[in-house]
């Protein structure tokens, strides 16, 4: 089952629109799972047979069995937005064309200059070395050695040790169920992912990822 846009009028409306339907997704992802943790807390795959092949007279079958269809649209709905969100950041933050700039002047053009030059001068702090599947950061579409240039308002000079990661963790803490936009480089092409931190979503942590801090080559 796909999700159906609005036509934004810019791509800042758009990326709220996309946020916002994110947040719907995951919302109605996590009563799904409820479900299926109020059934013996199933899983996906767990067989709804007992050991001599009769239904499991221990859980609801039917509920079960609507659950898992329904969490598996919804992943694919949220996998499909996850790329849109994306798409949308990357718009947001692209420099105008070069004709358009050239042809301004004055504060507007500047900050558009400005903000191209910081992105330039970003360097990696941090680097993804595992992703659990189904995780908040699966979701945001992080993947294995990806390398994070910025994580919210976090860039390698916010942290005082290059070994200790722990204002990324503060600041984790600090935004469950709340969008944490992070740029990341992966194989030399930039990135922008939207990620939520969140508990119980069947694994550890509220990530679901291993973060390293990374010193460079």
């Known amino acids: 089952m796909g999700f159906t846009l609005p036509s934004p009028t810019s791509p800042s409306t ?10 719907q997704i995951e919302t109605e992802l996590q009563s799904n799972l409820t479900i299926l943790q109020s059934n013996n807390n199933i899983g996906m795959s767990t067989p709804l047979v007992d050991a001599e092949g009769f239904p499991r007279a221990d859980v609801d079958i ?15 709905d949220l996998r499909d937005v996850m790329d849109e969100i994306g798409k949308a950041l990357e718009a947001v933050y692209a420099r105008p064309p070069e004709s358009e700039s050239e ?8 900050s558009v200059v400005d903000q ?9 702090f941090a680097r993804v070395d595992g992703v659990a599947p189904a995780s908040p950061a699966a979701e945001a579409g992080m993947q294995r050695e990806d390398l994070i240039l910025k ?16 204002p990324l963790a503060t600041l984790v803490s600090q935004n469950e169920n709340k969008h944490i936009v ?12 939207t990620l ?8 550890r942590g509220m990530l679901g990822c291993h973060i390293v801090p990374y010193t460079g080559p």
């Open 14 to 23: 758009l990326a709220q629109t996309l946020i916002s339907k994110k947040t």
């Open 62 to 76: 039917y509920a079960v069995r609507k659950a898992r269809v329904r969490i598996i649209e919804l992943r694919n």
């Open 103 to 110: 042809s301004e002047s004055g504060p507007g053009s500047e």
């Open 116 to 124: 191209e030059d910081e992105e330039q001068q970003l360097e990696p």
């Open 151 to 166: 994580f919210g308002i976090l860039v390698k000079s916010s942290f005082n040790s290059p070994s200790s990661l722990t």
């Open 182 to 193: 992070i740029r990341i480089r992966r194989s030399n092409e930039l990135k922008w992912l």
């Open 196 to 203: 939520t931190p969140r508990q119980g979503w069947g694994g």
